[in-house]
């Protein structure tokens, strides 16, 4: 196992984890966009994700904890639901999301 940093985390008290380069950079990075590209939404936008189980839609701005933000996305192995949760962060559509 290697621990790396990547751009941004080590700012934040973070770090990824690689298993004998299972996933090729290229496809972290773009992940790692997408997941930036999410949490720069507007705050109105990101607090239409709820979800009934504590701490599985979106979680920020808590005083105790300022800045922390975390986003729970249900059902990410049904592609469907990926495609309601998408359509509910970006009406206008993002299908590289």
Do not use: R
Request: with cysteine.
């Amino acid at each position: 196992m290697v621990l790396e940093t990547a751009p941004k985390l080590p700012e934040y008290g973070s770090f990824v984890a690689v298993y004998d380069k299972l996933l090729a950079s290229d496809f972290c990075k773009k992940v790692f966009d997408a997941l930036e590209e999410l949490f720069d939404l507007p705050q109105e936008t990101k607090m239409k994700n709820v979800n009934p189980k504590p701490a599985h839609g979106y979680m920020g701005k808590i005083s105790v904890l300022p800045l922390h933000e975390g986003m729970g996305i249900a059902y990410t192995t049904n592609l469907e639901e990926c495609e309601k949760f998408t359509e509910l962060m970006w009406p206008q559509g993002n299908h590289q999301f």
